[in-house]
């Protein structure tokens, strides 16, 4: 198998940017004259692979000491810590329990709409009418907006309408 080449891959504009990051350090390190500085940023800027990248930087210095790794050196792995854990391992966390879809509301209207339909059979159905309006209201309410309720505002009118049949014409013959 052949390694894959990253020179030809598509830099990213973090990538531009600490390219950038290098030739600022050596220019302020006293590598690089202001002009050639300001060829290469904007060579850094305009470039769209990796290997324009590199190619912009390959003869400075990169890193906090001033050089460059092995390519192929490996990478030492870091001491572990106590009980045996590296900094790259942590402890176990469980999973969070899943997240339940947004319970829907009873809708308020509808509520009210039945506690005015309990309140007719008291009031001789005098509070009827109120019930029957906050029903119809709360039916077209609970359509829009997806609440629960239907059968409250339901019950509500069936309430309200017996009420107003049975108990309100009585009161009126005393």
């Given at each position: ?81 106590p009980f045996g854990m590296t900094p790259y391992m942590s402890p176990y966390v469980?999973?969070?329990p899943p997240m339940r879809p947004a319970e829907r509301q009873t809708d308020n209207?509808?509520?009210?709409a039945f506690v005015f339909a309990l309140g007719a059979y008291v009031t001789a ?50």
């Amino acid at each position: 198998m052949v390694p894959y080449d990253y020179g030809g891959m598509r830099a990213s504009t973090a990538d531009r940017e600490r390219a950038v990051d290098v030739l600022k350090a050596a220019f302020a390190e006293g590598r690089l004259e202001q002009d050639e500085y300001a060829d290469r940023v904007g060579q850094a800027y305009a470039s769209r692979t990796y290997g324009e990248l590199a190619a912009l930087t390959a003869d400075l210095p990169v890193g906090p000491l001033g050089i460059t790794p092995a390519p192929h050196q490996p990478i030492p792995a870091p001491p572990p810590g106590p009980f045996g854990m590296t900094p790259y391992m942590s402890p176990y966390v469980p999973p969070s329990p899943p997240m339940r879809p947004a319970e829907r509301q009873t809708d308020n209207m509808a509520i009210a709409a039945f506690v005015f339909a309990l309140g007719a059979y008291v009031t001789a159905g005098l509070t009827a009418p109120i019930a029957l309006g906050l029903a119809v209201g709360a039916a077209f309410r609970m359509r829009r907006s997806g609440d629960v309720g239907n059968g409250l505002a339901v019950a509500a009118v069936v309430m309200a309408a017996l009420s107003l049949l049975l108990i309100h014409p009585l009161w009126l013959w005393f």
